[in-house]
């Protein structure tokens, strides 16, 4: 790992033991290693998403927890959209940090326990317009280099479990290089 970079904060954080499409906002979460947020639907070491429990339910979990950046939101807003945090399903709301541009593998550093590893993006869905038509097409769009850009978040693995709440800081540890850029996952 390299040195330190980077620092944002914690904005919200939340969780729903149900698979729906936005979750409930929390005073705090408890990161469990290797395993994702305790109570929350997504929590396993094999993949809990139902479209890809149905594809193989033996792939490891590599969507444990969800970040989303609070400066998308306000982005949003800007064309005529109404999110806050947890309305998009996300664990953790963060600002600060342009989490899309990190690299896989890059370790975040929450509070004063917990550490997540980042595995990719988050592949937004349809349920997304269904919620806010026109959404959809603003967080997954092809790029002026004709490659797809999401939006939509982050997705990651829990190296070391603990605290999560408004208010902690995030600091941001770079893997070795080469950098790979983010993927769906």
Same mark, same amino acid.
Request: one cysteine or more; glycine letters at 10%; aromatic letters at 4%.
């Given at each position: ?8 904060? $914690?904005?919200? %954080? ?12 929390? &005073?705090?979460? @408890? ?5 994702? %947020?305790?109570?929350?639907?997504? !929590? *396993?070491? #094999?993949?809990?998403?139902?479209? @890809?429990?149905?594809?193989?339910? &033996? ?5 444990? =927890? ?38 896989? *593998?890059? =370790? ?31 967080? $997954?769009?092809?790029?002026? &280099?004709?490659?797809? $850009?999401? #939006?939509?978040?982050? !997705?990651?693995? =829990? ?5 999560? #709440? ?5 600091? %941001? !540890?770079?893997?070795? #290089?080469?950098?790979?850029? !983010? &993927?769906?996952?």
């Amino acid at each position: 790992m390299q040195d330190e970079i980077l620092e944002g904060v $914690v904005r919200a %954080v939340s969780l729903d033991d149900r698979h729906a499409f936005s979750k409930k906002l929390k &005073d705090s979460i @408890r990161l469990l290693e290797g395993l994702g %947020v305790e109570g929350d639907a997504h !929590m *396993g070491e #094999k993949v809990q998403h139902r479209s @890809r429990v149905r594809a193989n339910p &033996d792939q490891p979990n590599l969507r444990q =927890v969800h970040l989303m950046h609070q400066e998308l939101f306000e982005e949003m807003a800007l064309k005529g959209f109404t999110i806050q945090p947890a309305d998009m399903g996300e664990n953790i709301t963060t600002s600060g940090i342009d989490l899309l541009s990190l690299p896989t *593998g890059t =370790v975040l550093q929450i509070g004063a326990e917990a550490e997540v590893e980042i595995t990719g993006l988050r592949n937004p869905c349809n349920q997304i317009e269904a919620w806010q038509p026109g959404l959809l097409k603003e967080l $997954v769009f092809k790029g002026e &280099d004709g490659a797809l $850009v999401r #939006k939509a978040g982050i !997705m990651g693995i =829990v190296l070391k479990g603990g605290t999560v #709440k408004p208010g902690d800081g995030i600091r %941001v !540890m770079l893997p070795a #290089k080469p950098w790979r850029k !983010m &993927d769906r996952v």
